[in-house]
């Protein structure tokens, strides 16, 4: 497979975009970060013409797959008529309408753009409701990007220090320590030491955030009660539970990883499942909080918040992930066991975690692994070459070893994928 193209715009964009790329997520791409040109469905071509069946999904946003007809049906629609008011428009109403319908903790939802806002909306919300500063948040979860938010969340072991209590690690230059001043850090499944820090620190304590299912480290679930216990600590102490469900909103179920686990948060923030591939997040959230938003004192604001071609987005892509009774999800999880059992049994060694419908993939590491430290045993350099393996056979996963699955996967994308890893699993 040949990547000329590619090559060569990235040393052109190099001249003009720091490191090439938009995003310093996109650097960790073999051999070099690649160009793409067009996608459709489950597949995508980059600009050397190479096709691929494509498990990236631009990291989650293409739950519905490449340039999704409905989605785009709406949003041309949108377009022709009106792009931005600085003022409401119906569609807003209805995709929030929609949330709450299909989301447990959902009663009112505020828009944004990216996760990471959404999330800062959140801290923001929790301060102001309880008149506490701190956030709990756990090694190995990510957030978002912000200077508050990007603390510990791929920690090298030895600036982290002890398990029980991990040091505040920034993640890049310009951080200042006194962001970490506010936030508490802890191994996530631990549900003794999220007792004991709230014996001891709850009346500081304003909110505590979880992925509910740790994608983006290790793909690691819950332990049976973990979250439900949570849930308890926090009403017991006062602390507002957020839900980041950027990931796993309309994708473990159609109301989110709280759905599809029992519990409810307080809080809840989405992005990746909700647009369609379009720029928009949620808050959502109790209307007990929300209503702190507006009237309630708590600014919350944004320029491009609810305009009407992302909630044009929004509403296809929530319409045509609950119709049938989401039959949609229903099809993306089958494959997606088809695809886990067909790895399972073609790649020696290989370790799955996670749920049907976006799964993990490594070597090496504990299979029961429970928070950030238990996986980090885990074999990169031999991932790699699989992922390289992989990608020679037209296949286009994440380099960290998350596999995002979309709606539009066919079985003939599965058959086509069995097929290639087993091509990269006999090189291995
Ligand atoms: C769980 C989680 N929260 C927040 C974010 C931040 O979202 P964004 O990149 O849209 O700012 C991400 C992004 O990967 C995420 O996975």
Known sequence: MKFDRSKALMVRAAKVVPGGISSNVRANWFPHPMFYERGRGARVWDVDGNEFVDYVLARGPLLLGHSPKRVLDAVHKQIDTGLMYAGQCELAVQVAERICELVPCAE??????????????????????????????????????????????????????????????????????????????????????????????????????????????????????????????????????????????????????????????????????????????????????????????????????????????????????????GAALKGMAQRGRRLREGIRHRVPGVVIRGVDEIFHLSFGSDPDAGDYRDQLTRDTEKYRRFVLGLQEHGVRVVPDGIWFLTTALTDEDVDDTLAAVEKAAGAL
């Open 108 to 325: 009112m939802v505020r828009f944004s753009n990216s996760g990471s806002e959404a999330v800062h909306a959140a801290w923001r919300l929790a301060r102001a409701a309880t008149g506490r500063r701190k956030i709990i948040r756990f090694e190995g979860h990510y957030h978002g990007w912000y200077d508050s938010q990007i603390w510990n969340t791929a920690p090298p072991l030895a600036a982290a220090g002890p398990r029980e209590a991990p040091l505040p690690v920034p993640a890049t230059k310009g951080q200042v320590a006194s962001d970490a001043e506010n936030m508490v850090v802890l191994p996530w499944n631990d549900l003794d030491l999220l007792r004991q820090t709230l014996e001891s620190q709850g009346s500081e304590i304003a909110g505590l955030i979880t992925e509910p299912i740790m994608c983006n480290q290790g793909g690691l679930m819950p332990r049976p009660g973990y979250l439900e216990g949570m849930r308890e600590l926090c009403t017991k102490y006062g602390v507002v539970l957020i839900f980041d469900e950027v990931i796993t909103g309309f994708r473990v179920a159609l109301g989110g990883a709280q759905a599809r686990f029992g519990v409810t948060p307080d809080l809840a923030t989405f992005a990746k499942g909700m647009g369609g591939g379009f720029p928009v997040s949620a808050l959502a959230g109790k209307r007990e909080f929300m209503q702190l938003i507006g009237p309630g004192g708590v600014l919350h604001a944004g320029t491009y918040n609810s305009n009407p071609p992302c909630m044009a987005a929004a509403l296809a892509a929530l319409e045509t992930l609950s119709a049938d009774d």
